[in-house]
């Protein structure tokens, strides 16, 4: 643990901070995205189903992977400490450049829609943008500011997001004990056969489950990691996967199929249809875009911790982990991550990002359990409270090699563009290491990122902490 990171994070903090990464713009949109490519009222809840216990699986994983290696940068340390530096920066790039920007670019404007249609004018898509920037640099600002002011923001936020969402699960309840079963007749009536729709609609389901795996960025931050970390994933994943089947239950027991199809708002259709209230239908949007803004600062709260791991490594300028006097917080990074998420949030078109969030986030994940693969390879028994069997871990590994590849079979271009930008990060890391060689050059760039880090900082140096040794493991 770095010397300026403390460990504040109770376990309640850890459930709300993985439920909010987890539920956040996707169950408002992608179950219209699910049902078009499945087809069939039955075989969409099957895939939320089997999606929900594909990803307790990769939890199983990072149990054991977060108690062994308790320490900030999580997916990072692990691909590091184990395959290398390359990996390790692949695992980086991949997360920092890729998966967080994109996805908070998407649920940020997902969150100005909603807005806007909160304050009745929907479709203006220059409010939309504009609220979504408001809403980034707000959440910029609160994380900056006190990590415990973002902890208190983002169980409140949590919440009200879960609160939403038992709204939508009990209208929906109320409308089945009221006899309004007919969309659950002959429930795979129409079920696709197609590999690539199915794979489609299964990769669209599993971008609603990104973000379960941020937990283990602050692992330093949290109080007895080794107990809370296991528990918190346990808590949180079965409450997600309740929440999401529940809340798909209820479109389908208020809309029709052909609603369902043809709605880009589903939360939106299902308030409109029950109450037909304007009131209603924007305390809906408010809270939806609530939902959006917690997602987001739990990213700001835990992506921004894998900076401490990358500059003890010296694998990116060491400036950018200086961290903040008062409230020990890598203001540079999170300046740099700001920039991006605002960057993103301009993308009009939420398809392609969510495509590309959840392509990367698959390959993100697979090289963490390969890293596990090889420790129980070269150690069959750790000390980590929590273990998988090899072959399970083995059988994550394998599903997730299947997915990507029927992924890249189903939509070559847009599954084949994120593995491009993917491994970009592979001669971005050996330009980085032909740069660090010249010394006249490294010593200029890092005094051009140092001054103005100092000045945001108000500190003299940097101090990073001892690395902790986790070779010993293995």
Not at 284 to 290: D, G, Q, T
Not at 379 to 387: H, K, L, Q, S
Request: glycine share 6%; with cysteine.
């Amino acid at each position: 643990m770095t010397s300026s990171t403390k460990r504040n994070v109770t376990l309640l903090h850890a459930v709300a901070i993985i439920v909010s990464c987890v539920i956040g713009s996707g169950i408002f949109i992608t179950p219209q995205l699910v049902y078009v490519n499945v087809g069939s009222v039955g075989g969409t809840l099957v895939l939320w189903s089997v999606s929900g216990v594909y990803v307790c699986l990769l939890c199983w994983c990072y149990m054991e992977l977060g108690t062994l290696m308790p320490s900030s940068g999580g997916e990072y340390v692990y691909s590091y400490t184990v395959l290398g530096s390359w990996a390790g920066f692949l695992a980086w790039w991949i997360g920092f450049v890729v998966v967080t920007p994109a996805s908070c670019g998407a649920i940020a404007q997902t969150a100005g829609v909603y807005l806007a249609t909160a304050v009745g004018r929907p479709g203006d898509k220059i409010l939309c943008v504009l609220t979504a920037d408001l809403i980034i640099s707000f959440l910029f600002y609160i994380n900056i500011e006190s990590t415990r002011a973002s902890l208190v923001l983002n169980t409140f936020l949590t919440f009200c997001k879960v609160a939403a969402l038992a709204f939508i699960i009990v209208t929906g309840v109320i409308h089945l004990l009221l006899g309004n079963t007919e969309n659950f007749e002959n429930v795979f009536d129409g079920t696709t056969t197609s590999v690539a729709l199915l794979v489609t609609a299964f990769l669209d389901c599993f971008f609603n489950y990104v973000g379960w795996e941020m937990i283990v960025n602050i692992s330093e931050e949290i109080i007895n990691p080794k107990r809370n970390l296991p528990i918190a994933m346990v808590i949180s994943m079965l409450l997600v996967m309740a929440i999401y089947f529940l809340t798909n239950v209820a479109y389908f027991a208020v809309l029709s199929p052909s609603d369902l199809a043809t709605s880009s708002a589903v939360a939106l259709s299902l308030t409109t249809n029950s109450f037909h209230s304007i009131v209603m239908t924007s305390i809906l949007s408010a809270c939806v875009a609530m939902s959006c803004t917690g997602t987001l600062n739990s990213s700001y709260l835990t992506s921004s911790r894998i900076v401490f791991a990358c500059a003890r490594n010296k694998q990116i300028p060491e400036c950018l982990a200086m961290t903040g006097i008062h409230n020990g917080v890598p203001l540079c990074f999170v300046l740099l991550q700001h920039g991006l998420f605002v960057m993103f949030s301009l993308i009009p078109d939420l398809s392609i990002p969510i495509s590309i969030t959840s392509f990367a986030a698959v390959l993100k994940v697979f090289l963490s359990i390969v890293a596990l693969l090889v420790i129980k390879w070269q150690n069959t028994e750790t000390d980590a409270p929590v273990r998988i069997p090899w072959i399970f871990a083995g059988l994550a590994a394998l599903l997730q090699v299947v997915i990507m590849g029927l992924a890249i079979y189903g939509d070559p271009w847009v599954n084949g563009a994120a593995l491009l930008i993917c491994v970009i990060g592979i001669p971005v890391y050996g330009i980085i290491l032909e740069f660090q060689k010249n010394d006249v050059t490294c010593c200029a760039f890092g005094w051009c990122f140092f001054k103005p880090a100092q000045v945001l900082t108000s500190v003299d140096s940097f101090q990073s902490g001892a690395s902790p040794s986790y070779r010993k493991h293995f």
